[in-house]
């Protein structure tokens, strides 16, 4: 089945420096990659996300890559705030399943 | 709309007792879904649910029973609770079955002493 590893498990950064998280995922006909964010103490909730057959997409301050030769696909986050101090979290979808595999987290803590 | 509600918030229970997780959707959402979340571990799938009358089993099933009588409520129930099921659950729901953009509800904290 489909395995997800996420990297890496903490990052610490200066406000206004960039963040980047990565994501390695098992199975070649995966073909949806969500990133969730997940505040202290709150719910998971959506915060962008990119389909196989598209290489990069951006939202204001945060982009997806997603490299499906290597299997992998990256969160960048510019300019980041104390605000985006989280838990982040990768996921793929596997072809013909009806689920998501989720990495591990990222706990990302940005000092004003 | 509430979106997704999630009963009880916290909840203590001993070895072998047994309980229902309750779960509810106002958004008339076909897919829902049970998670744990332990530290280092992310979200695992417990059970899955595409349609009222249809569930299926995820990651990590064993222990826990759901059932889908309506669109709006998906229960999850631990058969008899064991110290490894010490978990955060979340309940999350999906327009549909391609599972893109799930809505979680609030969560639930269980502790089995």
């Known amino acids: 089945g489909e395995n997800v590893e996420q990297h890496p498990s903490t990052l610490s950064v200066q406000e206004g420096d960039s963040a980047v998280i990565k994501c390695t995922y098992s199975?070649?006909?995966?073909?949806?990659f969500p990133w969730y964010k997940q505040e202290l103490g709150k719910r998971p909730q959506l915060i962008i996300d990119?389909?196989?057959?598209?290489g990069e997409k951006k939202d204001q301050r945060i982009a997806v890559t997603l490299n499906k030769t290597a299997k992998h696909f990256s969160l960048h986050i510019t300019e980041t705030q104390p605000e985006d101090s989280a838990v982040y979290f990768c996921?793929?979808?596997?072809?013909?399943?009806?689920?998501?595999?989720f990495g591990t987290g990222t706990r990302l803590l940005v000092s004003p | 709309n509430a979106g997704v509600t999630q009963t009880p918030k916290f909840q203590v229970l001993k070895t072998g007792q047994s309980m229902t997780l309750q779960c509810a959707q106002d958004?008339?959402?076909?897919?829902m879904s049970w998670y744990r979340q332990d530290p280092g571990m992310g979200l695992r799938l417990i059970h899955y649910?595409?349609?009222?009358?249809?569930?299926d089993q995820g990651e990590v099933p064993n222990g826990y029973n759901v059932s889908r009588s309506t669109t709006e409520d998906f229960p999850l129930r631990l058969l008899s609770a064991a110290p490894s099921q010490t978990s955060v659950y979340f309940c999350?729901?999906?327009?549909?079955?391609?599972?893109?953009?799930?809505?979680f509800g609030s969560g639930t904290q269980l502790s089995v002493l």
């Open positions: 999350a729901s999906s327009y549909g079955p391609g599972i893109e953009k799930l809505f």
């Open positions: 199975d070649s006909a995966s073909n949806y």
């Open positions: 649910s595409v349609g009222a009358g249809i569930t």
């Open positions: 958004m008339n959402h076909e897919y």
């Open positions: 990119i389909r196989s057959n598209v």
């Open positions: 996921a793929a979808r596997p072809t013909g399943f009806q689920k998501l595999v």
